[in-house]
Nanobody
Framework: QVQLVESGGGLVQAGGSLRLSCAAS????????LGWFRQAPGKEREFVAA????????YYTDSVKGRFTISRDTAKNTVYLQMTSLKPEDTAVYYC?????????????????WGQGTQVTVSS
């Protein structure tokens, strides 16, 4: 089992920045990739960004490219999502997820473990 705990959410004005953190514990040696998803009220959970745990290859959805940066610190078993130039449409609950095997990292099916989520609210 892998446990994931997100932190760093909050309220920010449009154009501002936030950094989300996701600390992994448990059988972290089994992690192949880590991702961030988000879910706005009344909408489906959507992919935001992902990173391979060993090689650091990154993936982003088009709407956040150039604004968000995913990174990881393997020594701390932590993945980060640096969010800049935030927009009101970025408002959502952000979830961290971990996948154990080689699967498409841009889909929810690619993940085995999920965190509880952290709220990000961007005011206009």
């Amino acid at each position: 089992q892998v446990q994931l705990v997100e932190s760093g959410g909050g309220l920010v004005q449009a154009g501002g920045s936030l950094r989300l953190s996701c600390a992994a514990s448990g059988r972290t040696f089994s992690i192949y990739h880590l991702g961030w998803f988000r879910q706005a009220p009344g909408k489906e959970r959507e992919f935001v960004a992902a990173i391979s745990w060993s090689g650091g290859r990154t993936y982003y959805t088009d709407s956040v490219k150039g604004r968000f940066t995913i990174s990881r610190d393997t020594a701390k078993n932590t993945v980060y999502l640096q969010m800049t130039s935030l927009k009101p449409e970025d408002t959502a609950v952000y979830y961290c997820a971990a996948g154990r095997v080689v699967r498409e990292p841009r889909g929810k099916d690619g993940y085995d473990y999920w965190g509880q989520g952290t709220q990000v609210t961007v005011s206009s």
